[in-house]
Each structure stands twice: as structure tokens, then as C-alpha cells.
């Protein structure tokens, strides 16, 4: 676990990683290439890096993903200068960044300290453990499941909810298109950090800036 390597990185991203952004699952960036022949050769430019090996890398036709981790806590220092290797390359394939679609989804399971069933998620889906109180896709596609403890005197009123973390610059946008599309805010009061929101059937789903916009004023 490293708060440094987390806020070294939040550090760059301010000022010459533009490229890049911190989602719950650590940092991510998605170019845009002319066709998905460009981004298989962006792609493999990238996977020639050594530092790169345990990078993931997700081509979805003319775009190409790059996540450096796969858990927020899991950077470290050295991932800043991999992440300015990454986007000179990018640079060299033409390619151009794209913050507003780079995003994680995760789901959150409520439970009750003495029900948390984490095991039984990570069987059913087939997923791994990647930190204590989660469960993640090992081919880094489906979203990252983790377990939301709630305290033992509160009543358990919705059981999931989605969480989706944003570039901190585009979460204003992801949540105006959610309001516009009949959704509702039940709860601001994190605000920016995140926002809750609700469908008209009441399933809630959280849009975050944290941890890319607003980490530090909350350490």
C-alpha cells in the first residue's frame, strides 16, 4: 500500500501527465487511434516496455486503455515515469487522449460485518482477491466487486450500489447527463468528492471525482 506513489502520481497528473487519471482502480488513460490496427501497434509499442509488464491493456476497436495497476493502492513512484513513457509513445503513434471516457464501475456490496460473504462473491464470479475487501475480473474486464462494511445498528436499506469514478473534469458533466436522464441526487453532502444518485425505482449509484480531483483534502 502506498499513499506516496498515489499522491506522487495525483502530483504529475496536475502537471505534465494530462493524459492520465486516478480511478478507484489506480491510474488509467484511453487514446484514441484511426483504427483498431493502430491501437494493436500502440499497444505493442507499450508492452515493449519492461515496467509495462503488469499493465493492462484493453483494445476496443480504435481505442486502446492503459491501466498501470489494478488497485488504487497498488502505485508506486516509479509508475510516474512509466505513465511519461507511455504517453511519448502515444505521441509517436498520432494517437490523442481521451479523459472523458476513461472511467472504472465498480459494485459495492453492504453487509453487515458478521455477513460479509466476500468468498462466496470471488467463487461465483470467478474473480481474485486483489486487496482485503474485494474481488476483481483477472482478465481486467468486468468491474471490481468489494464489500462496503456497514455498521451492526443500521438498518440495511439497499444492499448494492454501483460506483463510477471519473476524471475529476468530467464529473461535473457525468453528472449533469444522469440528472437530464431522469436520475435524482439523494445525497450530496460528500460532494465533490462524490454524489449519490438514484434511479426512479430508487437503485443508487455513486459518481466520483475522488480519488482523481479531490484526494488529498481527504487523507
Known amino acids: 500500500m502506498s499513499e506516496q506513489g498515489w499522491n506522487a502520481f495525483l502530483d ?11 480511478l478507484h ?4 488513460a484511453v487514446y484514441r487511434t484511426a483504427s483498431i490496427t493502430d491501437a494493436a501497434n500502440l499497444a505493442a509499442s507499450i508492452a515493449a516496455l519492461p515496467a509495462a509488464a503488469d499493465a493492462i491493456l484493453t483494445i ?29 509513445i502515444a505521441r509517436t503513434h498520432n494517437a490523442q487522449p481521451d ?7 465498480q459494485l459495492a456490496i453492504a453487509a453487515k460485518p458478521e455477513t460479509i460473504h466476500l468468498d462466496f462473491w470471488r467463487a461465483v464470479l470467478g474473480y481474485a482477491p486483489m486487496a482485503p475487501d474485494n474481488a476483481v475480473d483477472p482478465l481486467g474486464h468486468g468491474s471490481t466487486v468489494w464489500m462496503q462494511e456497514i455498521d451492526s445498528a443500521k438498518p440495511l436499506r439497499h444492499a448494492m450500489h454501483i460506483d463510477v469514478s471519473v476524471a475529476r473534469d468530467q464529473v461535473e458533466a457525468r453528472l449533469a447527463a444522469a440528472l437530464a436522464a431522469g436520475g435524482r441526487i439523494v445525497d450530496e453532502s460528500h460532494a465533490p468528492n462524490h454524489w449519490t444518485l438514484s434511479d426512479r425505482a430508487g437503485n443508487r449509484v455513486c459518481i466520483c471525482a475522488w480519488p482523481d480531483g479531490v484526494a488529498k483534502e481527504f487523507n
Open 12 to 22: 504529475a497528473t496536475a502537471a505534465d501527465l494530462k493524459d492520465w487519471v486516478v
Open 25 to 28: 482502480g489506480g491510474a488509467t
Open 60 to 88: 476496443a476497436g480504435s481505442r486502446l486503455s492503459i491501466r498501470l495497476t489494478r488497485d488504487l493502492w497498488k502505485l508506486e513512484p516509479h509508475h510516474v515515469e512509466l505513465a511519461r513513457q507511455i504517453t511519448q
Open 99 to 105: 479523459r472523458a471516457a476513461v472511467q472504472e464501475v
